[in-house]
């Protein structure tokens, strides 16, 4: 039987199957719930607000969700329109829509770096994937680069979004725990990962989750890319070339722009000009500034 504080976290599929006694018995399914309780637990964060306290108890809170209820947003704050929208994707009605965890946490990660008020530069030794000299061709260097974020930042770091003042490490059940009993004041946010209290171990959880994303199905070429620079890196895993190598080529078959300039590089780097010159053009075909830019450069036809 669920806990009563716990129903207002839960899936609807998840309440259903309390109702009629039935099983959970696929991985997916439970994955899919997780990202239920994920996304309930941003709204909450970001309104401050337990999640359907207007209603009178547990049964009613299932009755609404169950029949496509969910929390809205209040309007004219200033809580970012893709935070929002990440939130409401997380708790659709329909399990299929709602991202992976791994793919939720990409998302916040990208919404991080939007906000945040200071991205110091860590690295203070040249670095041949480095793309910071611009004077060096693709020939000369690989380019470790993304869309969305730096990769001296992959590993999960929220503390300086500016609508968020406090972490507190503790599980989703006790961040449950703590707002059903009122224990906690609830302008504070939590960040509901059990026992990471260090950078290696958000690099480490951070690893195992893009790699997750990575390897399923191929539908993340976004998480292959970042995973591959973290490996390449060492950071929270062993650090193995050729495995980076190896999720820099399923990203670049999987349509990312920044992937197929990034593997260019390297093949321009060990010689292998043909097959340079095959990922340069077809990122410059898809509009990659700095693909078009050496294509210009080198006199390469792309269109």
């Keep these: 039987m669920l806990k009563k504080e716990l129903v207002r976290y839960c899936s609807p599929e998840m309440l259903r199957r309390e109702i009629t006694g039935e099983r959970m018995n696929s991985c997916v399914n439970i994955t899919k ?6 996304g309930i637990l941003l709204w909450e964060i970001a309104e401050s607000k337990i999640p359907y306290n207007q209603f009178e108890d547990f049964i009613e809170i299932t009755m609404k969700v169950t029949g496509g209820y969910r929390e809205k947003f209040t ?27 791994s793919k939720i946490l990409t ?76 224990t906690k004041d609830k302008e504070t946010l939590y960040k509901c990962w059990s026992d990471i209290k260090s950078q290696e171990e958000q690099q480490k959880l951070s690893a195992e989750l893009f790699k997750e994303a990575a390897d399923y199905g191929d539908e993340v070429p976004d998480a292959q890319i ?36 990034n593997i260019a590089t390297y093949y321009f780097s060990i010689g292998e000009v043909e097959l340079g010159s095959y990922y340069i053009t077809k990122a410059a075909s898809k509009g990659y500034e700095k693909a078009i830019k050496y294509c210009d450069e080198k006199g390469i036809s792309y269109k």
């Design 33 to 38: 719930c997780e990202a239920y309780s994920f």
């Design 107 to 182: 998302e916040l990660q990208d919404i991080f770096k939007n906000y945040s008020s200071n991205q110091p530069n860590t690295s203070s030794h040249p670095d041949p994937f480095d793309s910071s000299d611009s004077s060096s061709s693709p020939s000369q260097k690989m380019t470790i680069d993304t869309n969305a974020a730096n990769d001296d930042n992959l590993f999960i770091n929220f503390e300086t979004i500016n609508f968020m003042e406090e972490f507190n490490y503790m599980s989703i059940e006790q961040a449950v725990r703590e707002h059903t009993n009122n």
């Design 75 to 101: 309007r004219g704050t200033d809580i970012p329109e893709k935070y929002q929208y990440l939130v409401n994707k997380s708790v659709d009605q329909n399990p299929g829509i709602r991202p992976m965890l």
């Design 226 to 261: 970042r995973y591959a620079t973290m490996v390449r890196q060492g950071k929270g895993v062993k650090q193995n070339m050729e495995e980076a190598i190896e999720y820099f080529i399923k990203a670049a078959k999987n349509g990312h722009v920044v992937a197929m300039f």
